[in-house]
């Protein structure tokens, strides 16, 4: 799906602080015909968030609406799986829609791309914060030699990328870092990115999984097919381009899925992005709330893939969610299963963390 088709902005919800910042005035610009509406704060648009019944809605929701505002909370928060520390995140929602997305349970369902303007304040902060850290003393298995920021724990920044220059100045906020690089998942390929020169020091990780599945859960996200074709073109453009095994979905015949599916990127790569390749893996978590939701505008992806109380045992979360995971022995063994599989497949890709 081409950016265009993606996003179609019809109305901008805004906090009124945001016409003073250059960004906000910015995308505003970009957007003339878009009716403006005023809020007291993007967090809560009772109109849009928390609306479990605009279900039907969502897809519309997320293609026409745009919202803008301003971070206020500019900490680092510590992380130790796919980054050391968690950047103040400069967006929050997403123009997609996979059916696991955990996004939409915090910030209610119908999520729309909430883009912060205040990016210098945010990139100030980041630079303050890693310039207190120092050189990172250990290798670990996040990074040989940096401090890694997790910059899009809440949307996807490929995709805001099409909105606004804020990926961009982190791009460029991280070239200048000695001692620090940034990291994003994504499910879209964005060429745009193509032209910010990250010199190696923002990693992106391109999630994939079997294209049978992401064809019913990855909704509105690139092919895999392209996001695999993509990992040269980002490789030779001077990113660290790592894998994203997420989420991991079990069901009859998953694993003869995923060796085709290392089979592709095996004859897909080329040597050099090989040999940068590291791989992150994490099996589904899914939600009992998540799952109603679905059930309203998405059954097939539950029947048929994410809900599956036969392999997957409750876990309530320190907010009260009712969280399903697969059953504790047979998930270890499928970790593993999972682990021998790309090993074999793909043994140059390291694996960073699998669970
Ligand atoms: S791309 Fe990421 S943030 Fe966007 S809907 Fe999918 S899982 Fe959620």
Known sequence: MAPKQLLDIQTIYLEAAVESFPRGREILAKHPEAERVGVPSHWKIPSLHGNEGSAEDWLRIKRDVLVLGVKKSLSMRPNGR???????????????????CYVPRRK???????????????????????ERQGALSLADQIDPAHWVYDLGENGDLAVDAAISDNVKDLVALFRGLPNAKGSFATKFVNPDLL????????????????????????????????RIAAVDEFV??????????????????????????????????????????RAEIIFLTHNEQLHDVNMQWHPKAEEDYLWRPDL??????????????YKVAWKQQWVARFQELLAHALPYCGIRYAF
């Open 195 to 226: 032209g910010y020169d990250p010199q190696g020091k923002t990693r992106i990780r391109f999630s994939l999984m079997p294209e049978r599945v992401a064809k019913v859960v990855d909704v509105r996200t690139s092919p895999v097919a392209q």
């Open 82 to 100: 796919s980054s050391h520390f968690i950047a103040p995140s400069t967006s929050n929602g997403c123009a997609m829609a996979c059916a696991y």
């Open 236 to 277: 030779r453009a001077g990113y660290e381009v790592h894998l994203n095994f997420s989420p991991v979905i079990v069901y009859e015949g998953w694993e003869d899925d995923y060796r085709r599916l290392f089979q592709q990127v095996d004859e897909t790569l080329s040597a050099e992005a090989k040999q940068q390749l």
């Open 108 to 130: 209610g369902y119908a999520n729309p791309i909430s883009v912060f303007v205040n990016i210098e304040e945010i990139c100030r902060a980041i630079g303050r914060h890693s």
């Open 312 to 325: 997957q045992q409750v876990k309530r979360s320190e907010g009260g969610m009712r969280n399903l995971r």
